[in-house]
């Protein structure tokens, strides 16, 4: 009797949500990759001002709707892509592996430094590598980075950890603060090299024109994507699952749960320092005002509110986090108001994390696994009091 | 000597958990490690299973020495575990759960055997062999635990308090399945406060007190033992 009722209550608890998404897996295989593919040109179709004209809200020339007016909306687009490929790769440690990094966004700056580096003309190293040649440096040194920092500080769990990853992104940005040596400090690295490509003699990836970075973006955050996935349906991935759930159980299941953790922290480095080296070439300079802490709260505040665990979660809660502000911001100063949105975007998510934190602890779009693992952890929590 | 157990002393912080014991399992037997809460049962079932790292002294098992060894390691070896709490993974399936018992094996065949073994033991994780874990009620969940650990295939399974938290009618059931695991050929030990049912399924049994066992002896002995009718059965 008593079983039935936990059974339902379980069931309940992954709200609408979970009614379209079994709609969707329902559906037959050709009809979803079909939907996938269409929603794919959709997302490369995002930079066209003309898009937004054909969307049918009459409000004249000087205003379209969700088209930044601030912000030049393919930079803005970009900005969002790569705060998206950031969340895709903290969603592994802290989705897959339920290790909680707040310090993510140092991977993101080591990415970015070795890039820059490597490349500008102006760097002491005074190599200057294409970008090209930088960028699987970069993705290299970011993995070596997540087995140092990952080597000694995940024996720790939960809170501790928490506190040693969030000390090590402080510990990088100083650094690249005080260092007058080779990180040049507040001056920075200067002259960092485009992406490669011409087209009649013109670059692909300029300074004018942001499109292509976006293009580039999106199509590297389609491939990591793939890749991260397959990974999950792995047997590593029920090793991540299975750690995420109960570490004691699963290490006498059999699972070395210290290597399956420091896979996951230096796959999620790896994945941040792309992100980095895609960002630093298109900058084009970078000090260490481009790493603050903020940040690395905002991508795991990004991901938590997307729902932890379930990649399209990560990216919807990353594209929400950052595009949104900056449209916001737009539409403030189109309706003749004079405050900026996105000067209260921490604030803002803030009080919305904690409103989903108690109604919807799993996220917007979450896994049903998630769902019940929460469900269990609130009966935990009752039984407890 | 399936597994033998020599002055294990082991630390919390600074203090002494365990106090240098020692303690045998031959093969084919059913042993029980009755005592009081915090007497150390858990504790030693973590240094055993690889949980808990050892301050001092041995642990052999099957003839090779794994003090030192990683936990994911001894499970290869064929110590599997049903751990305190039962450790269920509450957003796994039942089938998930009992699949992930197999997580180091590769024989595909024996897996599918072992699966069918284990539903036949718990007719109710195959009707329930769907739904997640976490929505089980507590003996299902004891269920599941038991049947994952079985999954592992092990030569010594380690039982830590298989009875707690279940109907008196549920005990017993869970009682008779250990007995008939045991009749199968696995070596059981287990952990337990509920005296009367271990010490009568036991071939034999330790007593642990405060760190230390203060006595040993047949499951029937120490039944009829005043001092530990006295202090576990409840018999004045």
Known sequence: MSVDKTAKAGSNGNGNGSVLKSRWENMPKQFRWAGMIALVIFLYLLPFKEFYLYLGIPMGDFYLPFYTARTEMAQVLFDTAVFVLLAVGLNVVVGFAGLLDLGYYGFFAIGAYTVALLTSPESRLDVTWPWLAAVPVAVIVTLIGGVILGGPTLRLRGDYLAIVTLGFAEMIRLYAARNEGILQGQRGIPSIPHPPGEVNGDAIFGVTDARPYYWLALTIIILVVFGVRNLARSRVGRAWVAIREDEDAAQIMGVPTFLYKLAAFAIGAAVGGLSGALFAGNRGFINSDSFLLENSILVLAAVVLGGAGNIGGAIVGAAITWYLPEWLRGVGSSLGLEFDPAEYRIAVFGLVLIVMMIFRPQGIIASKRRAAEFEDRRKEAVASE | ?236
Do not use: W
């Open chain 2, 1 to 236: 000597m399936l597994l033998e157990i020599k002055d294990l002393t082991l630390e919390y912080g600074r203090i002494e958990a365990l106090h240098g014991i020692s303690l045998e399992v031959e093969q084919g037997e059913i042993v029980a490690l009755i005592g009081a809460n915090g007497a150390g049962k858990t504790t030693t079932m973590r240094a055993i299973s690889g949980l808990r790292p050892v301050a001092k002294g041995s642990i052999v098992f099957d003839g090779q020495d794994i003090t030192k060894l990683r936990a994911d390691k001894r499970v290869i070896l064929g110590v599997g575990q049903s751990p305190e709490g039962r450790g269920v993974f509450p957003g796994m399936s039942v089938m998930e759960n009992l699949e992930i018992g197999a997580y180091t094996r590769r024989d595909k065949a024996g897996i599918a055997e072992d699966l069918e073994r284990c539903f036949a033991l718990f007719p109710r994780l195959l009707e329930r062999r769907k739904q997640a874990g976490g929505t089980l009620s507590g003996g299902e969940q004891q269920m599941l635990a038991v049947g994952r650990a079985l999954m592992t295939r092990p030569k010594l399974l380690l039982l830590d308090e298989p009875s707690m938290g279940l109907a008196p009618m549920l005990i017993q059931q869970i009682f008779e399945i250990i007995t008939e695991i045991n009749s199968q050929g696995t070596t059981v030990l287990v952990v337990e406060q509920n005296a009367q049912q271990a010490l009568s399924r036991a071939h034999r049994a330790y007593v642990l007190e405060t760190g230390s066992i203060v006595k040993s002896g047949t499951g029937q002995e120490l039944l009829n033992d005043p001092s530990v009718k006295d202090a576990y059965l409840g018999v004045a």
